[in-house]
């Protein structure tokens, strides 16, 4: 078997800090058996990039970072890919910012790492691109010649076709999506959005298995939910516990990087409404938000920004007392372990976007709960991981009556009920975690592989 080649928009860091979220846990294992090479941009621009990936080894697998000159990043980072493709793939096609400049430097940044990728891959290797920052780097690299399989999930959703469109290089991207061997998406509906964009751009036709033919070859698709490293963050929120006491309050709690599709002032919103309807609970509850900063030279980031701390203002201006502020809000990252125990002291997990691919918020509330007492996920019908996770609240975060519903549902819900979800929602996270997703994907991008030589064989 070849070596798995990852490529994403940022790389994990070269000595391993930082390895404990996300992606890294993922994919660590599949990386250090196959020798594997990781594939990133380089933390900082640089005025005279390197034309040649830089290696480093770390002793799991290996790191190969691409360096970008300031403004060619800013285009096709802050310009491209966020102010055009995520506002348009999250639905929020106001707020799309279409410059020109935008759309050729993100072809640049794809055709130059791909011909540093091209250099350095093999025939029997396999290419597992990730997310919509890198969407047409399997077209360049065909383009070059690369024969090896090439596999892309994009973490984030994708809209229906009308939506899609408005995105000025709809076709092109839609083509640039057909090179790949192997699409993953996050949930049913995106794969539905898919299918729906590949017959009305590119004629493709559905096959009894699932895959899409295309221009006399079949793309495999598939529907792979990212999860997160279940176990592993029980444990960090369990040892947490032990360390922290509880608050005196039983607490909500909302932890999200502060962006416009998570549904901030409408989580807010609707927590007024809760408190301006069940006076009795003043006093006795309070939210804690915890919303990082992102992107904040995008000027829509500026204005959620200002939103939420109106919003957070008014409400304890309008509620709180000398003793109890209704709403804390942290502008700020938190480390992993304070996290999750903060999850497990929380009585009501809020997770509200209006759009999100999955959202992993709502898995680590979920496993960092004491199955003895567990607290309520309230769940957007929005979220990626509404699709499994029919046994949280769902809600309409458009509607606020209907999140201050769910608030009092969740403070009111009887220990039986809360132990009967939290065991239905843990259990089916159990079985599908993060190494679940990954092994997933790459086994489906293996056995392309496989047929492919058979193929040649004949
Ligand atoms: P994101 O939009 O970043 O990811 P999400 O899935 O919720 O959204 O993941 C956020 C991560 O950041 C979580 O692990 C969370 O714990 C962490 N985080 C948030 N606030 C934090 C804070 N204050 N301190 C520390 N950590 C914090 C994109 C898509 C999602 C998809 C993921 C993975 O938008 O839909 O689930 O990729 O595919």
Not at 104 to 126: C, E, F, N, S
Request: glycine letters at 8%; a negative charge.
């Amino acid at each position: 078997m070849g070596r798995l080649v990852i490529v994403s928009n940022r790389a994990p860091s070269v000595d391993g800090a930082g390895d404990s979220g996300g992606l890294v846990v993922a994919l660590k294992d599949a990386l250090s058996q196959q020798g594997g090479l990781w594939i990133g941009g380089a933390p900082k621009q640089s005025e005279n990039p390197a034309d040649e990936l830089n290696f480093h080894q770390r002793p799991d697998f290996e790191i190969a970072l691409f360096e970008l000159e300031p403004e060619l990043y800013r285009d096709y980072y802050l310009g491209y890919s966020n102010s055009v493709l995520w506002p348009a793939l999250h639905g929020r096609v106001d707020l799309i910012d279409v410059q020109p400049h935008y759309s050729a430097a993100y072809r640049k940044v794809a055709r130059r790492l791909a011909r540093q990728i091209a250099r350095i891959v093999t025939h029997d290797g396999m290419i597992w691109v990730h997310d919509y920052q890198l969407i047409p780097l399997a077209h360049e690299l065909r383009k070059l010649g690369v024969t090896s399989r090439i596999g892309f999930f994009l973490h984030i959703p994708l809209p229906d076709l009308q939506t899609f469109k408005a995105i000025p290089e709809w076709q092109e991207l839609a083509g640039c999506l057909a090179d790949y061997d192997l699409l993953g998406l996050q949930t049913q509906r995106d794969l539905g959005h898919l299918i729906n964009i590949f017959r009305h751009t590119l004629r493709g036709e559905l096959r009894p298995n699932g895959n899409m033919g295309i221009n006399g070859r079949e793309v495999v698709l598939g529907c792979f939910p990212i999860s997160i490293d279940v176990r592993g963050f029980r444990q960090l929120a369990v040892d947490g516990a032990a360390r922290t006491a509880p608050p005196s309050v039983p607490r909500l709690i909302g932890v999200d990087r502060l962006d416009y599709s998570k549904g901030l002032p409408q989580r807010l919103l609707g927590y007024e409404t809760f408190l301006s309807q069940n006076p009795e609970f003043c006093n006795k509850v309070g939210l804690l938000q915890i919303a990082p900063p992102t992107r904040d030279d995008v000027d829509a980031y500026k204005a959620i920004r200002s939103d939420l701390e109106h919003l957070a203002g008014r409400i304890n201006g309008r509620f709180g007392t000398i003793e109890w502020t209704p709403v804390q809000y942290i502008h700020r990252a938190l480390p992993r372990d304070d996290l999750a125990v903060l999850y497990r002291y929380s009585r009501v997990g809020l997770v509200t976007p209006l759009f999100d691919g999955m959202n992993l918020v709502a898995k680590e509330y979920v496993a960092a709960q004491d199955e003895a007492d567990p607290g309520v996920l309230i769940l957007s019908q929005f979220a990626g991981a509404a699709e499994e996770m029919s046994d949280a609240l769902i809600i309409n975060p458009h509607d606020p009556q209907d999140v201050a519903d769910a608030i009092r549902t969740a403070l009111q819900m009887p220990l039986a009920e809360r132990r009967q979800r939290h065991g239905a929602l843990y259990s089916h996270l159990e079985k599908h975690d993060v190494a679940h997703w990954s092994a997933a994907f790459l086994k489906r991008l293996l056995a392309i592989e496989k047929a492919d030589a058979e193929w040649l064989e004949r």
